[in-house]
């Protein structure tokens, strides 16, 4: 069996808060199919500082710039973008990419960079 559940929380004082009941009904069904015995692996990340306004707003210019100067769409450059900053990953062949709202300011910096880089490798001046 291979089953897979994304939720997201946040920790309130030392326990796990779901922040939409929804979630907590979500990961509640999930334990409930479980056969005794299964064993879960599990990765939690811990995001911090998010992302701020104005870096989603130049990497928003950036590929809108990107994609009015190669011929691509939006959302094309957009995606291009998140491979190459390392936002996206693949599992039973199916892509799973970050939302650039879930961001930290490490990651728009990411996506920054790999604009600047396909930019300059495309001929485009974004500096």
């Known amino acids: 069996m291979k089953d897979n559940i994304f939720i997201k929380l946040s920790n309130k004082d030392g326990e796990f808060d779901f922040t939409m009941k929804a979630q907590k009904a979500k990961l509640d069904a999930f334990l409930k199919r479980l056969p005794d015995g299964a064993k879960l692996e599990m990765f939690i990340g811990v995001t911090t500082d998010k992302g ?40 039973n062949n199916v892509e799973y990419c970050k939302s650039f709202a879930d961001c930290d300011k490490e990651d728009m910096n990411l996506a920054i960079q790999a604009c600047i880089e396909i930019g300059d490798f495309s001929g485009v001046q974004l500096r």
């Open 52 to 91: 701020s306004n104005p870096q989603l707003a130049r990497i928003h210019a950036m590929i809108r710039q990107l994609a009015n100067d190669i011929g691509y769409t939006f959302e094309e450059v957009k995606l291009q973008v998140k491979r190459k900053a390392g936002l996206c990953f693949t599992r």
